[in-house]
T-cell receptor, first 111, second 116 residues
Framework: LAKTTQPISMDSYEGQEVNITCSHN???????ITWYQQFPSQGPRFIIQ???TKVTNEVASLFIPADRKSSTLSLPRVSLSDTAVYYC????????????FGTGTRLTIIP | GAVVSQHPSRVICKSGTSVKIECRSL??????MFWYRQFPKQSLMLMAT?????????EQGVEKDKFLINHASLTLSTLTVTSAHPEDSSFYIC????????????FGSGTRLTVV
């Protein structure tokens, strides 16, 4: 799996839009980009997945530039409940391929 | 969506005893199960991969005789920590992939193991 690099931590105020960028310079042609959210003492939860351009669902948007060497997770109007660790992973739509987690980004929302 | 049920959520055991953690896929067939360990403030570390009916493949540095993994059916995998020691205290998480599933991996809720 391609190695990913994310900021270790970020702080944001409630109601703001938060953008977390992940670098994956060695991404392969068949790789997808997937983001997970993890709360303390819980398993990771799938947020969003994309291959190129932009993907949007009910909780987030994922922006992927043409070279696909980075991606940005965008969380609109965050609330305190969005305080969590966010992981960016890259792989071949996974299947039974093992996932390797990077450091993740610890997002803290400030009231 | 796909759900993986993991039990127990937390367990305390005495040093030297064994503990079994179960993961069940509730609405899909888990052909592959992954077991992770997570220490406080750290990321998830993959311990082993198991395919239904086959022996598990362990990551480098993980003792296969200490962390016994059984994946005898398409809906159940177990991790047994044998002769547990305080340094085995950690958060253990399972993940499953199989059919049908839309986005690859589904994670269990994790098990907090404390060895005293």
């Amino acid at each position: 799996l391609a190695k990913t690099t994310q900021p270790i931590s970020m702080d944001s105020y409630e109601g703001q839009e938060v953008n977390i960028t992940c670098s994956h310079n060695n991404i392969a042609t068949n790789d997808y980009i997937t983001w997970y959210q993890q709360f303390p003492s819980q398993g990771p939860r799938f947020i969003i997945q994309g291959y190129k351009t932009k993907v949007t669902n009910e909780v987030a948007s994922l922006f992927i530039p043409a070279d696909r060497k980075s991606s940005t997770l965008s969380l609109p109007r965050v609330s305190l409940s969005d305080t969590a660790v966010y992981y960016c992973l890259v792989g071949v739509n996974f299947g039974n391929e093992k996932l390797t987690f990077g450091t993740g980004t610890r997002l803290t929302i400030i009231p | 969506g796909a759900v993986v049920s993991q039990h127990p959520s937390r367990v305390i055991c005495k040093s030297g005893t064994s503990v079994k953690i179960e993961c069940r896929s509730l609405d899909f067939q888990a052909t592959t199960m992954f077991w992770y360990r997570q220490f406080p403030k750290q990321s998830l570390m993959l311990m082993a991969t198991s395919n239904e009916g086959s022996k598990a493949t362990y990551e480098q540095g993980v003792e296969k005789d200490k962390f016994l993994i059984n994946h005898a059916s398409l809906t159940l995998s177990t991790l047994t920590v044998t002769s547990a020691h305080p340094e085995d205290s950690s958060f253990y998480i399972c993940s499953a992939t199989g059919t049908p599933t839309n986005y690859g991996y589904t994670f269990g809720s994790g098990t907090r193991l404390t060895v005293v």
